[in-house]
């Protein structure tokens, strides 16, 4: 990434008079002679009003870098796909003016928003492109991808220091709540976030109240794997947080790295009772809310329990294997996930859990998408 790009935001705030981006008393009043003089319109008025009442917001984000918001925020670019959903569910979408081109990429799950400008990716960053667009602030990943990350944050800060940029992940449970709130208020969106957080509640509470009580012996071993084959999930990774949160118990959990390989004879001498291959990127890039055909999934399943000696796996005998799609265990929606994985982890446990109802209304619900794809094979039956 190069440097000495041109600032690409004028931000004043309406109102503002002394340029230090809020607005005082005095400067309140002058805008309201403003106005009775017939240089400012009512509705300008208004917004130096709300503004003055509102502003400026002070926010940490998930990186634990302090921001100062001072104006509402209504042209924003978002480099990653959680982030986009959250916002849709937040019905904050009109404020997005860029996305990141893997939104672009899944027009199907973002019609609308996958015809925006694209500013490339976390990993390629179109810099010009994000200043080229003048926004109020910029979303980037909180916690993952941080060299990159914070190479994006520097350059963009040093070219305009009077963007906002923000760092939040949308897809790991333990900042999830914080984020969505977070979101909610630097974007007016207060009362939406409190909805969609009782809907996550209604999602998990149960869940948690059983696991709660769970002993370790009524918890079943899970062996999972992403779309690269050996490719298990430990302590400190997000998807290793959701098989804990479901009620499993993660067989290759005292693992120190978070994610890593591991040998084809561990997993048999590990013995899982459940299996849990993931597919939905890389190679494996096929299920999910785009497809509705299972062929794929139902041949990586095969593939994955005829594996040589897979066959004195508990997992393989007694036909808990698995494929599940990224799309509702690795992303925003990730909590829809973990309610598929207790109702496979705990059937007699969870008798009126159904995922797929709740995956329905959060679909229509907080995505006004109506209910399509295929999430998990074999198909679960509640």
């Not at 509705?43 to 990186?63: K, T």
């Not at 998990?204 to 690269?228: A, M, Q, R």
């Not at 790295?257 to 997993?267: A, G, I, K, R």
Request: charged share 25%.
């Amino acid at each position: 990434m190069g440097i000495g790009y041109a600032a690409a935001v004028d931000y004043a705030v309406p109102g503002d008079l002394d340029g230090d981006h809020i607005i005082s008393t005095e400067e309140l009043e002058s805008a309201q002679q403003d106005q009775k003089a017939g240089k400012i319109t009512t509705e300008e008025l208004e917004e130096i009003n709300h503004i003055s009442g509102n502003y400026p917001r002070r926010i940490v984000d998930s990186a634990g870098k302090e921001a100062m918001v001072y104006k509402p925020l209504k042209k924003v670019i978002i480099f990653n796909s959680e982030t986009v959903e959250v916002l849709r569910s937040l019905k904050a979408q009109d404020r997005i003016i860029g996305v990141g081109k893997y939104t672009q990429e899944d027009s199907a799950y973002f019609p609308e928003l996958s015809k925006l400008p694209v500013v490339g990716s976390v990993w390629t960053p179109d810099i010009e492109a994000v200043l080229d667009l003048h926004p109020d602030a910029v979303f980037v990943y909180g916690t993952f991808m941080n060299t990159s990350v914070d190479e994006i944050q520097q350059t963009l800060e040093s070219a305009d220091p009077n963007l906002v940029v923000v760092r939040v992940d949308c897809f790991k449970p333990e900042s999830y709540v914080d984020e969505v709130e977070m979101l909610g208020e630097i974007l007016e969106r207060e009362e939406e976030a409190r909805e969609f957080l009782q809907f996550h509640d209604e999602c998990l509470s149960p869940i948690e109240t059983v696991v709660s009580c769970l002993g370790e012996d009524d918890k079943p071993g899970v062996y999972f794997e992403s779309w690269i084959d050996y490719r298990t999930a430990t302590q400190g990774a997000a998807w290793h947080d959701k098989l804990v949160m479901a009620g499993g118990e993660n067989v290759f959990g005292d693992l120190a790295l978070s994610y890593t390989d591991v040998d084809p004879e561990s997993v048999i001498e590990r013995n899982p009772e459940i299996v849990i291959k993931l597919c939905g990127a890389g190679s494996l890039n096929f299920g999910g809310y785009n497809e509705d055909d299972t062929s794929e999934m139902a041949v990586l399943r095969d593939d994955v329990a005829g594996r040589p000696g897979w066959d004195e796996i508990d997992a393989v005998k007694n036909d808990q294997v698995y494929v599940l799609s990224n799309d509702i265990l690795g992303g925003a929606q990730h909590f829809i996930g973990v309610a598929y994985l207790a109702k496979l982890f705990h059937p007699d446990r969870f008798p009126d859990l159904d995922p797929v109802a709740l995956h329905q209304e959060y679909l229509t619900r907080f995505r006004g998408l109506g209910l399509q794809g295929v999430y998990i094979y074999p198909e679960m039956h509640v």
